[in-house]
Nanobody, 128 residues
Framework: QVQLVESGGGLVQAGGSLRLSCAAS????????MGWFRQAPGKEREFVAV????????YHAGSVRGRYTISRDNAKNTVYLQMNSLKSEDTAVYYC?????????????????????WGQGTQVTVSS
């Protein structure tokens, strides 16, 4: 099992930026995928972005593409989510997750991530 700890959430005005971090402790593998999800009040958890530890392949959901960027620092075992041009509808609790499944097509993680581990979440609030 891998422990995931998110940080970096907070309150920001619309149009602003935030960078979330997800620190992973425990053994991870190059074929593992790390994902970001979010859940707004009264809504289902939504896939946001994914990155593979080994080759750095990424995929972003359409709702955030061009505004959010997922990245990783293998030396620090940390995954980041840079969020720019934030909108009020981006307000949610953001979760980090790890998948042991391997898809060559990164888009498939958006349909079936099959998380083995989840973080506790970090609140992002965008004021309009």
């Amino acid at each position: 099992q891998v422990q995931l700890v998110e940080s970096g959430g907070g309150l920001v005005q619309a149009g602003g930026s935030l960078r979330l971090s997800c620190a992973a402790s425990g053994r991870t593998f190059s074929t593992d995928a790390m994902g970001w999800f979010r859940q707004a009040p009264g809504k289902e958890r939504e896939f946001v972005a994914v990155i593979r530890w080994g080759d750095g392949s990424t995929y972003h959901a359409g709702s955030v593409r061009g505004r959010y960027t997922i990245s990783r620092d293998n030396a620090k075992n940390t995954v980041y989510l840079q969020m720019n041009s934030l909108k009020s509808e981006d307000t949610a609790v953001y979760y980090c997750a790890r998948s042991r499944f391997y898809y060559s097509d990164m888009q498939l993680y958006g349909r079936s991530f099959a998380a083995a581990d989840w973080g506790q979440g970090t609140q992002v609030t965008v004021s309009s």
